[in-house]
Every structure is written in structure tokens, then in C-alpha cells.
Nanobody, 115 residues
Framework: QVQLVESGGGLVQPGGSLRLSCAAS????????MGWHRQAPGKQRELVASVTRGGSTNYADSVKGRFTISRDNDKNTVYLQMNSLKPEDTAVYYC?????????WGQGTQVTVSS
């Protein structure tokens, strides 16, 4: 059974930081492209950042320079370090594991940026 379990969300003030984690089980973690997506109320889900099996990263323009994605293949975990958070970063953040034949999602974790 495949599971992607996110953690680390919460309420933070503008300018603050959070670190999201996603622990994967039931898959050969190292072969998947891992990503973080987010969905704000009334908006479509969007890609925030992704990291390939080789460690190449990709970021949405809106988070470049503020967010950092990383993966630990020994721990089957992907991280999203979020700094300088803004109210517009408020959303449910979803972990994603992608391969050409499989696509898995976590249940999501809420991030709220508000004073």
C-alpha cells in the first residue's frame, strides 16, 4: 500500500518559516520525481517545486529564492523549506510522487500565513 504522509504545516506570521516533510512508503522512492503542489481556496492546484531522482530541482516563479525542496532517499522523505512566507502562500500543500506510469498524492497539510 502506497502512502505519502505530509507533516509540518501550521499557522505562521508573514516573514516566518516552515518546513514541510513527506514520508513515503510502499514505493521505490528513489526512482520517483517528488514534488510539492498547493491549492488555495477557489484556485487550481499548482506545482510549487519538484526534485528529480538525481537531485535536479524546479520551482514556481512565485517561490524562487524563498522555498527549497530537498530529498533524502535513505529516509524516503522529501522536504520543503519555506522562508519569507507571505499571506498568498496560504494553501493546502500536497506531496506528489511521479513516474511515467504511476502518480501518487498525499492527503495534504494546511499552511496558513497570517498576522
Amino acid at each position: 500500500q502506497v502512502q505519502l504522509v505530509e507533516s509540518g504545516g501550521g499557522l505562521v506570521q508573514p516573514g516566518g518559516s516552515l518546513r514541510l516533510s513527506c514520508a513515503a512508503s510502499g514505493i521505490i522512492f528513489s526512482i520517483y520525481v517528488m514534488g510539492w503542489h498547493r491549492q488555495a481556496p477557489g484556485k487550481q492546484r499548482e506545482l510549487v517545486a519538484s526534485v528529480t531522482r538525481g537531485g535536479s530541482t524546479n520551482y514556481a516563479d512565485s517561490v524562487k529564492g524563498r522555498f527549497t525542496i530537498s530529498r533524502d532517499n535513505d529516509k524516503n522523505t522529501v522536504y520543503l523549506q519555506m522562508n519569507s512566507l507571505k499571506p498568498e502562500d496560504t494553501a493546502v500543500y500536497y506531496c506528489n510522487a511521479y513516474s511515467p506510469t504511476k502518480n501518487y498524492w498525499g492527503q495534504g497539510t494546511q499552511v496558513t500565513v497570517s498576522s
